[in-house]
T-cell receptor, first 112, second 114 residues
């Protein structure tokens, strides 16, 4: 079955530093989504990417979908303490698939 | 907030017991998906319900079952609980059943099996 791998598992940064998490799928995806889960919270939708090579920005966050639609990245510029949480990518395989397959997440800690 | 509500928030059961978790979907959404999230892991798809029928299932045994009601609310039932069933159970609603839509998650039910 489809597998989605995410690295790194943990990342500690000093406030103001940049952060990047990477996501790789074992199969081509129809779309990829990113979610953020604060400690003790639930996943909250950030963005969806659909097109090959797509790049989207949300303020300090930049999301990218690879040309082969098998990998993606999330880059945060100048991290803030409010960025703390676990970031998950979730891929949809298309066709008759109903589920999103989540990566194992990258837990971001921002040190003040 | 997403408008997806789950109950109860926490639950403690013993091995072999049965449990029912409940979810009310966001207004206007007709599809409910259930996910299991073990500590330190990403959510794992259990199944999806659309118009009161199971519309897709992940790699979970038959003792995990569900229902969806005419108002699109849903239940997750787990029989013969095992220690490994201890996890956060997340309900997510969405508008369509195609798959790949944006999900709106509830706050989850934390289940502990002793």
């Amino acid at each position: 079955g489809q597998q989605v791998m995410q690295i790194p598992q943990y990342q500690h940064v000093q406030e103001g530093e940049d952060f990047t998490t990477y996501c790789n799928s074992s199969t081509t995806l129809s779309n990829i989504q990113w979610y953020k889960q604060r400690p003790g919270g639930h996943p909250v939708f950030l963005i969806q990417l659909v097109k090959s090579g797509e790049v989207k920005k949300q303020k300090r966050l930049t999301f990218q979908f690879g040309e082969a639609k098998k990998n993606s990245s999330l880059h945060i510029t100048a991290t803030q303490t409010t960025d703390v949480g676990t970031y998950f990518c979730a891929g949809h395989g298309g066709g008759s698939a109903r589920q999103l397959t989540f990566g194992s997440g990258t837990q971001l800690t921002v040190l003040p | 907030e997403t408008g997806v509500t789950q109950s109860p928030t926490h639950l403690i059961k013993t091995r072999g017991q049965q449990v029912t978790l409940r979810c009310s979907s966001q207004s206007g959404h007709n599809t409910v998906s259930w996910y299991q999230q073990a500590l330190g892991q990403g959510p794992q798809f259990i199944f999806q319900y659309y118009r009161e029928e199971e519309n897709g299932r992940g790699n979970f045994p038959p003792r995990f079952s569900g229902l969806q009601f005419p108002n699109y609310s849903s239940e997750l039932n787990v029989n013969a609980l095992e220690l490994d069933d201890s996890a956060l159970y997340l309900c997510a609603s969405s508008f369509a059943r195609r798959g790949g839509e944006k999900l709106f998650f509830g706050s989850g039910t934390q289940l502990s099996v002793l």
